[in-house]
Nanobody, 122 residues
Framework: QVQLVESGGGLVQAGGSLRLSCTAS????????MGWFRQAPGKEREFVAA????????SYVDSVKGRFTISRDNAKNTVYLQMNSLKPEDTAVYYC???????????????WGQGTQVTVSL
């Protein structure tokens, strides 16, 4: 397993942008698919985006398509989530996850970060 630490959350006005980062420990980062999930108050955790080990394949939940972009830098052991045109309904705690199986990451991961709060105001 890898240890994951998210950063980059904060308060932003609707229409603004944020970039989340998730840095992994260990030497095997490039062998993991990575995903971003979020959990809003009173709601279940939901899948947001995923990227395979090379960055060549990505997937998104419909509600963020065209606004969010997931990417990774294996040299820096880091995965990013660029969030543009943010909406109040994007407010949530955002978590990154890692799993060796890209087709399973949309369900969840074997390793999780502690989360970072994103708040979008009107």
């Amino acid at each position: 397993q890898v240890q994951l630490v998210e950063s980059g959350g904060g308060l932003v006005q609707a229409g603004g942008s944020l970039r989340l980062s998730c840095t992994a420990s260990g030497r095997t980062f490039s062998s993991y698919a990575m995903g971003w999930f979020r959990q809003a108050p009173g709601k279940e955790r939901e899948f947001v985006a995923a990227v395979n080990w090379s960055g060549g394949s990505t997937s998104y939940v419909d509600s963020v398509k065209g606004r969010f972009t997931i990417s990774r830098d294996n040299a820096k052991n880091t995965v990013y989530l660029q969030m543009n045109s943010l909406k109040p309904e994007d407010t949530a705690v955002y978590y990154c996850a890692a799993d060796r199986n890209y087709h399973m990451i949309v369900i969840g991961g074997s390793s999780w970060g502690q989360g970072t709060q994103v708040t979008v105001s009107l």
